[in-house]
């Protein structure tokens, strides 16, 4: 009883502080609009060749690099999946993973098989890129959400 007594004495514990607003999220209003509906816990990491990479927070104040990528200035989503599978025909099994678990969602989102990539180290490792062009912020948004919270980019058939 007195415990509780003392939590509800007790200041609550501060917010991190609020980063600052990025000025590309400010000068563009299709990044504006995708990151309005995504939240805090989303922010755009540094450019590179494939565009400006998603951060996604999975903890109180980290962000995380995500395989998810965005081209404001075409208005595009790109993503990729990697499946390590094991044993004789591992490469088709992976293909068949990501045709039932991910192609479906992602055709709904706008986002299409962009091009695949098989390298060979601790099995068959294929990574197959998923893009689409997104002009509604809001589909944007749920392409970004659903590959960084609603399916898994990284996916092990041994773990099955």
Avoid at 10 to 24: G, L, N, V
Avoid at 62 to 73: E, G, I, K
Avoid at 95 to 100: E, G, N, P
Wanted: proline share 8%.
């Amino acid at each position: 009883m007195i415990r509780r007594l003392l939590r509800l004495l007790r200041p609550a514990p501060k917010r991190p502080p609020r980063q600052p607003e990025d000025p590309r999220v400010s000068a563009d209003p299709w990044l504006a609009g995708l990151f309005a509906q995504l939240g805090d816990r989303y922010r755009l990491g540094s450019d590179g060749p494939d565009g400006a990479q998603v951060l996604r927070r999975t903890a109180r104040a980290r962000f995380n690099p995500m395989q998810v990528w965005l081209r404001p200035a075409d208005r595009v989503v790109l993503g990729d999946y990697q499946v390590r599978a094991h044993g004789d025909g591992g490469t088709d099994h992976a293909r068949t993973l990501l045709d039932v678990r991910v192609t479906p969602a992602l055709r709904q989102l706008g986002l299409e098989s962009a091009g695949e990539l098989v390298e060979e180290w601790g099995g068959h490792v294929l990574t197959r890129r998923y893009q689409g062009r997104c002009d509604d912020p809001s589909r944007g948004a749920a392409a970004v959400r659903y590959m960084c919270q609603e399916s898994e980019q990284l996916i092990d058939t041994a773990a099955e």
